[in-house]
């Protein structure tokens, strides 16, 4: 039982900024990656951001210099810092992480509700 949790997002003008939190809670113990991922068309999500245990990055293209990907390993959390806002970013943000036990299994990670960010312009 593993629950990904989200907050952060909401309505702000362009140039603005927003921080999206994801605290993971219940069977998890050893989370690998973590990542924030954006809705696109036909049900697909596209990476946006992505945190290994180690600390090591990796960021889509349109928001590399903008957008910073962080992680509290002591409270199994990720943070995605979103500055400089642009109405393009507007989307349904949502959380994933990967544990250990589900990565030797062969199997996929979770994911949290999605948090709706707006930007206008």
């Known amino acids: 039982q593993v629950q990904l949790v989200e907050s952060g997002g909401g309505l702000v003008q362009a140039g603005g900024s927003l921080r999206l939190s994801c605290a993971a809670s219940?069977?998890?113990?050893?989370?690998?990656?973590m990542g924030w991922y954006r809705q696109a068309p036909g049900n697909r999500r596209d990476l946006v951001a992505s945190?290994?245990?180690?600390?090591?990055?990796n960021y889509v293209d349109s928001v590399k210099g903008r957008f910073t990907i962080s992680r509290d390993n002591a409270k199994n959390t990720v943070y995605l810092q979103m500055n400089s806002l642009k109405p393009e970013d507007t989307d349904v943000y949502y959380c994933?992480?990967?544990?250990?036990?589900?990565?030797?299994?062969?199997?996929?990670?979770?994911w949290g509700q999605g948090t709706q960010v707006t930007v206008s312009s």
């Open positions: 945190i290994t245990s180690g600390g090591r990055t």
């Open positions: 219940g069977s998890i113990f050893e989370i690998l990656n």
């Open positions: 994933y992480a990967l544990g250990r036990s589900s990565q030797a299994m062969g199997l996929g990670g979770y």
